[in-house]
């Protein structure tokens, strides 16, 4: 008997993995090679400020000479090459950093405008799109979008905009979030940041960049974006950071940011870090293999898949932006059935079943199976989706390769069962 039969995942499933591993060699060790250059990158940063045992200390109240703090945010803002970094348990995800940066550079009568189409659903409410008495829009501040065209930028439509409008923000995001478009490469952000600066120099160009981090080699900032916004439950948390998230870029940006987070004169000289420098640093220093691992995931599981006849995206020899791999059931049952799986196949929660709901911020059920150590990590194993046609499962995250590998097997058994 095959030793994961043992584990009750059916022998046609494991002899069709040991044929899609044994084609993802070359493509695992290019990985391995990113991997380690921002492995390096990593381990630099930390030599180059000297961190030690005295940083990892807590601090409460107003959080006042937290020095952990302030190496956790030189270190970012070396690794993103930035003027300055904003890193803090109190953004309490991905989309409260957006948030926090949206309202913190824009005022009454500016205009923000996305090039990516339509933002993720959570960011519907802060902008307005979906009405809100909190919103963007009740503050007087204007929203427009230009959606890609054949997954890349719409040049024209941009430059006739930017000639008869007076943008103040552009808002980029990068992953492709609940959408049938495919993500937004390091190569096409560098265009297009080129050639909005050569139309107007002053446009602030914000980056999305969640699930992004560490993909590749290079980061938006190193591309000439102004801002790059980002969670510590996804890439850069490497699985341990419990909470937080990023915001790094130019330092009167940030210093804006940061008085927007806490308070008009105290910004980033405030905000207690009660015990979590530790899980912050170590997180940022698993990170590129973590993200490694959750590549070698979705690569995996874009060719298995590809094998049954699924449709996928991106395919398993498509360069890749991020670690999110779509998987297209074209039905709702098996959409769930699939999630099921995942949960089935987690170190948590296994013994749950998730359940199609209603959640803040999306217009339609979701179906999310996270059975991780931190609620709501998708760096760990996962899969979500919205229960819409196509019916697609946005699976990311693997905190090993291994551990990702057998979670998607144990999922595709449960999918297969009659």
Do not use: W
Not at 110 to 133: C, F
């Amino acid at each position: 008997m095959n030793k994961f039969e043992a584990f009750g995942i059916n022998k046609q499933i494991i002899k069709l993995a040991e044929e899609c591993e044994q084609k993802l060699t070359n493509i695992y060790k290019s990985i391995d090679n990113n991997c380690e250059y921002n492995s390096l990158k990593v381990l630099s940063s930390f030599q180059k400020y000297e961190v030690n045992e005295n940083h990892f200390n807590s601090t409460s109240g107003y959080g006042y000479d937290d020095i952990g703090r302030d190496i956790i945010e030189k270190i970012f803002s070396d690794i993103f090459k930035t003027e300055d970094a904003l890193v803090r348990t109190q953004m309490v995800s991905g989309s409260h950093a957006l948030s926090t940066a949206l309202f913190a550079l824009l005022r009454p009568n500016d205009l923000l405008l996305s090039i990516t189409g339509l933002p993720y659903d959570t960011l519907h409410e802060v902008i307005g799109i979906r009405e809100n008495a909190s919103s963007l829009k009740s503050f007087g501040i204007k929203y427009d979008q230009i959606d890609l065209v054949n997954d890349d930028f719409n040049y024209p439509k941009i430059a006739e905009y930017l000639n008869n409008n007076k943008v103040k923000m552009i808002e980029i995001q990068r992953s492709k979030g609940y959408s049938t478009r495919k993500s937004i490469s390091i190569e096409k952000l560098e265009q297009v940041i080129k050639y909005i600066k050569n139309i107007d120099k002053n446009i602030i160009i914000m980056i999305d960049n969640c699930y992004c981090e560490f993909v590749n080699v290079k980061e938006p900032s190193e591309v000439g974006a102004d801002i790059v916004v980002g969670s510590l439950i996804k890439n850069l948390g490497g699985g341990i950071a419990p909470n937080g998230a990023y915001i790094v870029g130019k330092k009167d940006l940030i210093k804006l940011c940061g008085e927007r987070l806490t308070l008009p004169g105290e910004g980033k000289e405030v905000g207690p870090t009660l015990g979590i420098n530790r899980s912050i640093l170590q997180g940022i220093f698993l990170a590129p293999s973590v993200v490694a691992s959750s590549l070698k995931t979705a690569i995996f599981t874009s060719l298995i898949f590809e094998k049954l006849g699924y449709l996928v995206e991106p395919k398993y020899n498509e360069e890749r932006v991020d670690i999110v791999e779509n998987i297209i059931f074209n039905n709702k049952e098996e959409l769930i059935k699939y999630c099921v799986g995942i949960q089935s196949g987690s170190p948590i929660d296994s013994n749950f079943a998730p359940i199609p709901s209603k959640m803040p911020g999306y217009d339609d059920q979701i179906i999310m199976a996270s059975g991780s150590f931190t609620q709501g990590s998708s760096i760990e194993l996962s899969c979500d989706g919205p229960l819409r046609p196509p019916f697609i499962a946005y699976q990311q995250g693997g905190l090993t390769y291994q551990y990702g590998k057998l979670g998607v097997l144990k999922a595709i058994d449960n999918l297969l069962r009659k």
